[in-house]
């Protein structure tokens, strides 16, 4: 697991500087810090992270970052395109592997969308026939995905979380079981500002519609990538469109089972083709909302 935090002679370990550099860089507000109760410096992980993504500095030792995983992932597999290599390691159940390589995209500076859109989901994409071609096919499918959420969890920890910021929830429809789709969407969504609350696979529109008067979100989103049932998915989001209207939110959708809907979906409802348009998306409405 990741640390929480470190010390100036940590991460300058991690990085192969000098502890004096690193003091300096964060005294001058290159890197966040914080105090010990005792004085002594203290770098929280997602800021020591944010730092080397933006120098795209190297990592000489990432054991003591908690990221031991970065070593994993041979460069003798990195002639492939980098959803191959996913695949491969996916497939052949190497879980520190697949960890390691999606860290090493995340900290050479990608973002979670282009880790989702362009990696993710095509490694994910023939790992869903292998069942058609060998017995072997759905347990590879089941532990694949476990691994693939581990991975997320594990690059959700290194994400600087928003302390104040608008509120955003969702999770995946009533019915979908998919966990990877809306784990990635919560993961964007904290990388644009949100604090962003994941419901999960199976959220049925009573639940969601709960949270929504609970929590206040400014922004909601529904994954759907299987529907049991398109009539009872149209209720639901004319039961969403509702409660949006009445607490002065917007929803985004998206996901395989929408590929045929295209927007404007209704004044609140807007439908994203993937985590890049999300981004791209969420990007206009926060300037919109920040500017008089
Ligand atoms: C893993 C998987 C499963 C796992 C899910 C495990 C879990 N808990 O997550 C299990 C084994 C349970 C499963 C079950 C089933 N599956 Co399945 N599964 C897959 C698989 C291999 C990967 C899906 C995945 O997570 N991909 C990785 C993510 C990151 O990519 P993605 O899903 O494409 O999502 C991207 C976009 O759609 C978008 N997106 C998604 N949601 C949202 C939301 C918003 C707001 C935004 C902006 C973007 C966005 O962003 C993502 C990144 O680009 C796919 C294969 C494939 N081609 O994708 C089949 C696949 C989806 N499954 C399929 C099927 C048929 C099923 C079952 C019906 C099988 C059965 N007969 O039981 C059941 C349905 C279960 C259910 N009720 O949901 C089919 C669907 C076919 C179709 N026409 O829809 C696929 C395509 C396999 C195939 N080639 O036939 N599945």
């Known amino acids: 697991m990741p640390k929480s935090g470190l010390s100036p002679r940590e991460l300058a370990l991690a990085i192969g500087a000098s502890e004096s550099s690193v003091k300096r860089w964060a005294d001058d507000g290159h890197i966040g810090i914080a105090k010990t109760a005792g004085g002594h410096r203290r770098i929280p992980i997602a800021d020591a992270i944010r730092f080397i993504r933006e120098r795209h500095l ?3 030792r990432p054991e003591i970052l908690g990221l031991g995983e970065l070593q994993a992932a041979p ?6 395109s980098p959803a191959d290599q996913l695949r491969a ?4 159940g190497k879980a520190a592997e ?4 999606i860290l090493s995209w995340y900290l050479a500076g990608q973002s979670i969308a282009t880790i989702g859109d362009e990696h993710l989901r095509p490694a994910f994409e023939t790992i869903g026939s292998l069942w058609l071609d060998s017995s072997d096919g759905i347990f590879v499918e089941h532990r694949a995905t476990e691994i693939g959420l581990a991975a997320l969890h594990q690059l959700s920890a290194l994400l600087p979380v ?14 979908d079981t998919s966990l990877l789709p809306t784990t990635l969407v919560a993961m964007v969504l904290t990388e644009h500002g949100f ?7 199976n959220t049925p529109i009573a639940s969601l519609t709960h949270a929504i008067t609970r929590e206040r979100p400014a922004l909601v989103w529904f994954s759907a ?17 509702s409660t949006l209207e009445r607490f002065d939110a917007m929803a985004i959708l998206g996901g395989r089972a929408l590929a045929g809907l295209s927007n404007p979906m209704g004044p609140r409802l807007r439908v994203a083709r993937s985590l890049t348009e999300l981004a791209a998306w969420v990007d206009g409405w926060n300037q919109r909302r920040t500017t008089p």
């Open 162 to 175: 928003p302390t104040s910021g608008p509120v955003a929830l969702g999770g995946a429809c009533s019915g």
């Open 89 to 92: 390691f996916l497939v052949d």
């Open 98 to 101: 697949a960890r390691g390589l």
């Open 75 to 80: 460069e003798a597999q990195r002639a492939a």
């Open 58 to 60: 190297a990592i000489e």
């Open 225 to 241: 990538n299987h529907l049991d049932d398109a009539r009872a998915f149209d209720r639901d989001l004319i039961a969403l469109s």
């Open 195 to 201: 604090r962003a609350q994941n419901l999960g696979a």
